[in-house]
T-cell receptor, first 113, second 109 residues
Framework: NAGVTQTPKFRILKIGQSMTLQCTQDMNHNYMYWYRQDPGMGLKLIYYSVGAGITDKGEVPNGYNVSRSTTEDFPLRLELAAPSQTSVYFC????????????FGQGTRLTVV | QQPVQSPQAVILREGEDAVINCSSSKALYSVHWYRQKHGEAPVFLMILLKGGEQKGHEKISASFNEKKQQSSLYLTASQLSYSGTYFCGTENGAQKLVFGQGTRLTINP
């Protein structure tokens, strides 16, 4: 069981470039999340989704877009990369229900230069 | 909206106890606790629900005061493997899971 898979693991972008961070889970979880973690800081929620076709903004959505066309995939799009988006990005998923913990991917380390 | 954790950092000797606190300004449905080792992804420890139910790690305990919107994580007889950054996550019933800024725990031999 692969769990939550993020690609790529590392990426260097130039200012103004665009890219998509991929996130796939094979646990049939309804809820999926994108977080960013700046060095030495906590996890900030960017976007989340409670099911295919449904997405909502988190705490820091500016500069990002998401889509959820399938249960398995939840890609995060950066349209015009800025140095402030240098961070580690984590995708997570949870099952429906009362006791459901979040499973995290291994993260994507993004540097914008 | 983010929960607030305290303290920000703790340094212990092996075998000592620690308490990490988490508070929110909003009414909570559940509180999650996760631990992150350096360079790794966060890993689930516990979840506490409104009403007193909880699920999680056998050797770690936690409490949830619904009226005060506060939770505490209790680490007793700490081991070297407990080192890492601890995050509380809170949910207000809409599946929106937000995390605090973290508490860095260092255990020395």
């Amino acid at each position: 069981n692969a769990g939550v898979t993020q690609t790529p693991k590392f990426r260097i972008l130039k200012i103004g470039q665009s890219m998509t961070l991929q996130c796939t889970q094979d646990m049939n979880h309804n809820y999926m999340y994108w977080y960013r973690q700046d060095p030495g800081m906590g996890l900030k929620l960017i976007y989340y989704s409670v099911g295919a076709g449904i997405t909502d903004k988190g705490e820091v959505p500016n500069g990002y877009n998401v889509s959820r066309s399938t249960t398995e995939d939840f890609p995060l799009r950066l349209e015009l990369a800025a140095p402030s988006q240098t961070s580690v990005y984590f995708c997570a998923s949870r099952d429906r229900g009362r006791y459901t913990e979040a499973f995290f991917g291994q993260g994507t380390r993004l540097t914008v230069v | 909206q983010q929960p607030v954790q305290s303290p920000q950092a703790v340094i212990l000797r092996e075998g000592e106890d620690a308490v990490i606190n988490c508070s929110s300004s909003k009414a909570l449905y559940s509180v999650h606790w996760y631990r992150q080792k350096h360079g790794e992804a966060p890993v689930f420890l516990m979840i506490l629900l409104k009403g007193g139910e909880q699920k999680g790690h056998e050797k770690i305990s936690a409490s949830f005061n619904e009226k005060k919107q506060q939770s505490s994580l209790y680490l007793t007889a700490s081991q070297l493997s407990y080192s890492g950054t601890y995050f509380c996550g809170t949910e207000n019933g809409a599946q929106k899971l937000v995390f605090g800024q973290g508490t860095r725990l260092t255990i020395n031999p």
